[in-house]
Each structure stands twice: as C-alpha cells, then as structure tokens.
Nanobody, 122 residues
Framework: EVQLVESGGGLVQPGGSLRLSCAASGFTFSSYAMNWVRQAPGKGLEWVSVISSGGGTTSHADSVKGRFTISRDNAKNTLYLQMSSLKPEDTAVYYC???????????????WGQGTQVTVSS
C-alpha cells in the first residue's frame, strides 16, 4: 500500500552536489511530515532532516546544516533532499521516512523507503 521510492543517489566527489528524490504513494502525502534518515557503513541510523506536511517548516541535523536542504512538492507526491558541499562522511544509505504526524522532531516513523546509496569519494 504505502510506497516510498528513493532515487538520485550515486558516486560524487567531495565538494559535489546531489539531489535525492522520494516518490510517495499509497497515502495522503500532504498530510504528513517527511524525513530523511541515513546510515553510514558500520554506523547506526542518523536522522538528517524533517519537513512539515505543508512544507512550511523544516529542520536539519547539525552535521548537514547549511549544506543540505529538504523540500517537498505535494502536487507531485515527492520529497527531495538537495545536498551540496558533500563530504566523505556523508557517505551512507539515505532513506525517505514517513512520519505519523504533520510535524515532529521525534522519531514518529511508520514507513521507510528502500534507501539509495550516496558515496562521496575521490
């Protein structure tokens, strides 16, 4: 029913940029906050960013603040993560994650995408 399909990952050099996309279906996309969460090799899950249901409020982890920007296009049922000034430590699988509420900084998650690999390397 609920589907979250990430795309846009790949190999990029340090300092480069990528835009991740998440195509959502099976629920009323515009009613829920959405998140990006990542997992670096050998590490635990790290929350990256959240956006409110209407897109008017966002928050980003300190580790990516000023470099990453979350956005959404509710008319297209799509979530985005624009990543710039990428660092090797940004290497991770990035997951699109649905929240159960319209806005929260707590991990109130119920559905995850399959993830897309981002590798930042020379």
């Amino acid at each position: 029913e609920v589907q979250l399909v990430e795309s846009g990952g790949g190999l990029v050099q340090p300092g480069g940029s990528l835009r991740l996309s998440c195509a959502a279906s099976g629920f009323t996309f515009s009613s829920y906050a959405m998140n990006w969460v990542r997992q670096a090799p050998g590490k635990g899950l790290e929350w990256v960013s959240v956006i409110s249901s209407g897109g008017g409020t966002t928050s980003h982890a300190d580790s990516v603040k000023g470099r990453f920007t979350i956005s959404r296009d509710n008319a297209k049922n799509t979530l985005y993560l624009q990543m710039s000034s990428l660092k090797p430590e940004d290497t991770a699988v990035y997951y699109c994650v649905k929240s159960t509420v319209i806005w929260s900084l707590d991990p109130l998650y119920d559905y995850w995408g399959q993830g897309t690999q981002v590798t930042v390397s020379s």
